[in-house]
């Protein structure tokens, strides 16, 4: 019952969302699959690995398909978005924890620097 209630709460957030509290929940989406991602290389679980990276890397490809180039900062996102997917690849391929945490530290980059214009908005 409690976890019914639970994802009820979860869809009427989504569902009520403003856009840039959407992307905000996508960076957060990110991070935590980062963050699962990098518990399955300690423990050698390359399938969770596998799983939550290619997780991340749908949510860069979404934030990148997002973008509005009518906006000159939306060249500068996509640069950001394609290095992150690219680390995210590789780090999948090698299955190595120091490119996952580099993309993991642009991905929180971007979660913070998207709160700052949310405030400032």
Do not use: H
């Not at 969770?48 to 009518?70: P, W, Y």
Request: hydrophobic letters at 45%; charged letters at 25%; aromatic letters at 10%.
């Amino acid at each position: 019952m409690a976890m019914n209630a639970a994802a009820t709460y979860q869809d009427s957030k989504i569902l009520t969302a403003t856009a840039a509290e959407l992307t905000l929940m996508l960076y957060e989406g990110a991070i935590k699959f980062c963050n699962l991602a990098l518990m399955g290389l300690e423990k050698k679980d390359y399938f969770k690995t596998n799983i939550n990276i290619v997780k991340a890397e749908q949510i860069i490809a979404e934030l990148r398909g997002t973008l509005d180039f009518k906006y000159p900062v939306a060249k500068s996102f996509e640069e950001v978005y394609n290095l992150i997917y690219s680390r995210l690849i590789q780090a999948n391929i090698k299955k190595d924890d120091e490119t996952l945490t580099e993309a993991l530290g642009y991905i929180r980059e971007m979660r913070d620097t998207w709160k700052e214009v949310m405030r400032l908005a």
